[in-house]
């Protein structure tokens, strides 16, 4: 058995890079999965991963946690 898979067989969860999108608001990419979803705010952001999760596995197969790791790009002066 898959260590990251429950024993039924689904994700134990699915990691999605956030950033902030350069025309404004957010995106979402799933790793190891080709889900992408966008929205103009955080709080539609979730909304519309949870809704990407729904349109990708089939019913009673999608992972248990979405984990949003936030990703900020900042560049610094040397």
């Known amino acids: 058995m898959d260590a990251h898979r429950t ?3 689904r994700p134990e969860e699915v990691i999605f890079s956030v950033r902030e999108a ?6 979402a990419e799933a790793l190891g999965h080709a889900i992408f979803t966008e929205a103009d ?9 949870r809704d990407a999760i729904r349109c990708h596995f ?9 984990r ?3 990703v900020r790009e900042e560049i610094l002066p040397a």
């Open 7 to 9: 024993t039924d067989g």
């Open 22 to 27: 350069a025309e404004g608001g957010y995106e």
């Open 41 to 49: 705010t955080l709080e539609e952001l979730r909304e519309n991963i």
């Open 58 to 66: 089939d019913e009673g197969l999608a992972p248990r946690v979405l």
């Open 68 to 70: 949003l790791h936030f």
